[in-house]
């Protein structure tokens, strides 16, 4: 566990912690925390491919992206980022709009 502290950001830890908290596994958390940063930095550069659970427990395959250069005339700059809510925004290029996903239930990133 030490190794993957030394090269994680303060966000992937603070994720690990609500994770390991909601899902009272710290073995998941980690896991899980890994898969959040590996979608966001997908989601940065393009698009991403990925799965999570819906609250209604409904397996939702996803392509999202945070891309500036894909999704800037979407972006109204108001509101609190969906961080602060321990969940993750993305823009659903098969929707055209905005959506997210609790850290806790993404399944697969593609």
Do not use: C, D, P
């Given at each position: 566990m030490n190794t993957m502290l030394a090269t994680t950001d303060s966000m992937t830890l603070t994720r690990m912690a609500v994770i390991g908290k909601r899902t009272n596994s710290a073995l998941m958390a980690g896991a899980k925390a890994m898969m959040v940063e590996n979608v966001k930095n997908q989601m940065?550069?393009?698009?991403?491919?990925?799965?999570?659970?819906?609250?209604?427990?409904?397996?939702?395959?996803?392509?999202?992206?945070?891309?500036?250069?894909?999704?800037?005339?979407?972006?109204?700059?108001?509101?609190?980022?969906?961080?602060?809510?321990?969940?993750?925004a993305y823009f659903d290029v098969e929707k055209a709009a905005w959506?997210?996903?609790?850290?806790?239930?993404?399944?697969?990133v593609l």
């Open positions: 940065r550069t393009g698009v991403a491919h990925f799965v999570y659970a819906k609250k209604s427990g409904e397996l939702r395959e996803a392509f999202g992206t945070t891309s500036k250069a894909l999704v800037e005339r979407y972006i109204n700059g108001n509101g609190v980022s969906r961080e602060y809510y321990a969940t993750t959506r997210s996903f609790r850290w806790e239930n993404i399944v697969a």
